[in-house]
């Protein structure tokens, strides 16, 4: 069987690699790789004066290959290929330029843990907080490495966090998914089903996203949300309808819970509405078995980072692709 571009480029450079993602480390400096469909992402952190200070002679020692300029994003030079296909030659000059103007500054970079110099390692560190994890490839000390990434796991298996704060962002994310739904129904009287399919997953992220707790009793907590939040769903369209019929304001229409209720939730307007409700079950299955709360998901997530550590060595020629 024929290799994919991201095998033949792993197997090119002899990298360690987890799902769509590579690590390298070019002369001390810790760069890593997001293959897509149809781009590379390569990013390698470096202070903003200091990537100002090289920009020029940076891109001009790319330019002739037709490599898109460098560009400085939230603490990272940012390379970007546009086709897969080609990365194991562009790779190799970027490596090259890396090598010449980037790796210098990256031996002063300080462990973001500790804030300290003579990093031993590159690994992936979580620079925001555990709610909303932003992992990059950095220079760190194995010792503070290794103390953060037993915190993390600390976090997740304690089930640290709230569930109400959690609850709430579940009834936000779900909220905000329905809310374009019934926006579609009023200004086109059209129903786009599948974006049911997204209500439940929006509300896993939601909670997290307000740091609702990893955990059985977490998934739980959002998929029941959900699935309240889809039934006010229900119970708000209906009323939209009864107010377009009778041309009366859908406030006082809402208002009116016993008569909408009834009409909402009787075996005959549900099954009017059962391509929704189908979508939204599939969602919920979906969002249920792949749950932002889950802690062995987010446990193996950590691990897959850790798959992916490598000894840093400021010294020695840089390695060319292996012919294959």
């Not at 202070?47 to 560009?71: C, H, M, P, T, Y």
């Not at 210098?104 to 300080?110: L, V």
């Not at 994310?173 to 786009?192: K, N, P, Q």
Request: proline share 4%.
């Amino acid at each position: 069987m024929a290799q994919t571009p991201f095998e033949s480029f792993i197997a090119a450079f002899g990298l360690k690699s987890k799902d769509s993602r590579a690590v390298d480390v070019v002369a001390g400096c810790p760069v890593s790789l997001k293959f897509g469909k149809r781009d590379v992402t390569i990013r390698t952190a470096m202070d903003k004066e200091q990537f100002e200070a090289v920009k020029d002679a940076l891109n001009a020692s790319l330019a002739s290959s037709g490599i898109k300029e460098a560009r400085f994003y939230n603490g990272f030079v940012q390379f970007e290929l546009s086709s897969p296909g080609g990365a194991i030659e562009d790779y190799t000059l970027i490596r090259n330029a890396i090598q010449t103007h980037i790796a210098p500054a990256s031996a002063q970079r300080p462990c973001p843990i500790c804030g300290k110099g003579s990093c031993d390692m590159a690994a992936f560190h979580d620079f925001s907080d555990d709610t909303n994890p932003l992992n990059e490839f950095v220079r760190v000390h194995a010792s503070c490495h290794a103390h953060a990434v037993e915190q993390a796991q600390a976090r997740i298996t304690s089930g640290a966090g709230s569930y109400l704060r959690g609850i709430l962002g579940a009834l936000l994310g779900a909220a905000l998914v329905l809310a374009i739904c019934f926006l579609i129904v009023m200004v086109s009287d059209t129903v786009i089903a599948l974006l049911f399919v997204a209500v439940t997953g929006a509300a896993g992220i939601g909670y997290r996203l307000l740091n609702g707790p990893y955990g059985a009793k977490g998934t739980i907590a959002f998929v029941v949300v959900s699935i309240l939040a889809f039934a006010g769903y229900i119970y708000v369209e209906c009323a939209h309808y009864i107010a377009q019929y009778y041309e009366l304001s859908i406030f006082a229409v809402l208002l009116e819970f016993e008569v909408v209720a009834q009409t909402a939730f009787s075996p005959a307007y549900l099954a009017e509405d059962w391509f929704q409700i189908i979508f939204f079950i599939v969602g919920l299955v979906l969002a249920a078995i792949a749950s932002p709360a889950s802690a062995k998901s987010a446990l193996n997530d950590i691990q897959g980072f850790e798959s992916m550590v490598l000894p840093l060595d400021d010294v020695g020629e840089l390695p060319q692709p292996v012919n294959r």
